[in-house]
Every structure is written in structure tokens, then in C-alpha cells.
């Protein structure tokens, strides 16, 4: 089984909190999952296509909704499948071109599921604290910056 090789250390709580992001603005706002990010230890920031600038209390929600998961303590787990046997709602569409025949599916308990290389823990409760520092938006372009606490 050949799988394409990462070009970068991430942080495994961040990382993984930026699925559990990606799949909590989906189901808010029923945008796409980031194309844009930059995960690291210190602070992360996310981008997302949205028609307009959530509001405080979406914000708040957000958040809450991520670290409601963190405590439930979801488990973190993998499987490598073929391209012919992508699981019902895995996107591929965020996959480089050289992308290897066999893909590495990531799920966290039932709240996500996608197609990745990173690192992650191995349960939600490793994430620690899930914090929104600041949130821009212009242009289309709605972004989160965000920590975690171990």
C-alpha cells in the first residue's frame, strides 16, 4: 500500500479541532469544509466561504458546540480504503492531484468524517479547551482564529 508522504509537523489537538471546525460550520451554515488554514501549536486560523459575517451568538455557538464534542470524548479513528471505496460523504475534491490510489479515511465518533494525512489524537478529549481568540470577515471570506489548552 503506497500513501502519499506529509510535508509538515502539525499539532494533533489543533489539527483535529479544525475537523471537528469544519464539519460544526458545515452543519451551521452549510458551507464547505476550509480550503485555507494554518494550524499550529500557538494559534490557528481557518477561512470560510459565507454569504455573511455569523452573528456573536453564532460565534458563541460555535464554540460551545466544539468543546461539547471535545467532552463527549469521541474516539478518533482511521482506515485506508481505494478510491472505489470511498465511505458515503467523504469529499475528494480538496485532494492534490498526485493523491495516492489508497486514501487514509479519518472519522471522529459519528461527527466527521474525510480524507486525511495529518496527525490527530486519538479521542477528542486530548484536544483539551477549545477557544475562538478573534473572527474577521470581508469579501465573502468569514475567518476564525482559534487555540487549544491541553
Given at each position: 500500500m503506497k500513501l502519499n508522504e506529509h510535508n509538515k509537523a502539525e499539532f494533533p489537538p489543533a489539527h483535529t479541532a479544525e475537523h471537528l471546525l469544519n464539519q460544526?460550520?458545515?452543519?451551521?451554515?452549510?458551507?464547505?469544509?476550509s480550503r485555507n488554514a494554518h494550524i499550529e501549536r500557538k494559534k490557528s486560523k481557518i477561512n470560510y466561504n459565507l454569504p455573511e459575517c455569523p452573528s456573536a451568538?453564532?460565534?458563541?455557538?460555535?464554540?460551545?458546540?466544539?468543546?461539547?464534542?471535545?467532552?463527549?470524548?469521541?474516539?478518533?479513528?482511521?482506515?485506508?480504503?481505494?478510491?472505489?471505496?470511498?465511505p458515503a460523504g467523504v469529499s475528494l475534491d480538496k485532494l492534490p492531484e498526485d493523491a495516492s490510489?489508497?486514501?487514509?479515511?479519518?472519522r471522529i465518533g459519528d461527527y466527521d468524517i474525510c480524507a486525511c494525512i495529518g496527525?490527530?489524537?486519538?479521542?477528542?478529549?486530548?484536544?483539551?479547551?477549545?477557544?475562538?481568540?478573534?473572527?474577521?470577515?470581508?469579501?465573502?471570506?468569514?475567518?476564525?482564529?482559534?487555540?487549544?489548552?491541553?
Open positions: 460544526t460550520m458545515i452543519r451551521m451554515f452549510g458551507c464547505e469544509r451568538e453564532q460565534i458563541a455557538e460555535i464554540e460551545k458546540t466544539i468543546n461539547d464534542i471535545i467532552a463527549a470524548d469521541l474516539p478518533v479513528t482511521f482506515e485506508f480504503v481505494t478510491r472505489d471505496n470511498i490510489e489508497t486514501l487514509r479515511i479519518v496527525t490527530h489524537v486519538n479521542s477528542t478529549k486530548e484536544i483539551g479547551n477549545f477557544r475562538i481568540t478573534s473572527t474577521s470577515y470581508g469579501d465573502g471570506s468569514f475567518r476564525i482564529v482559534f487555540k487549544v489548552a491541553e
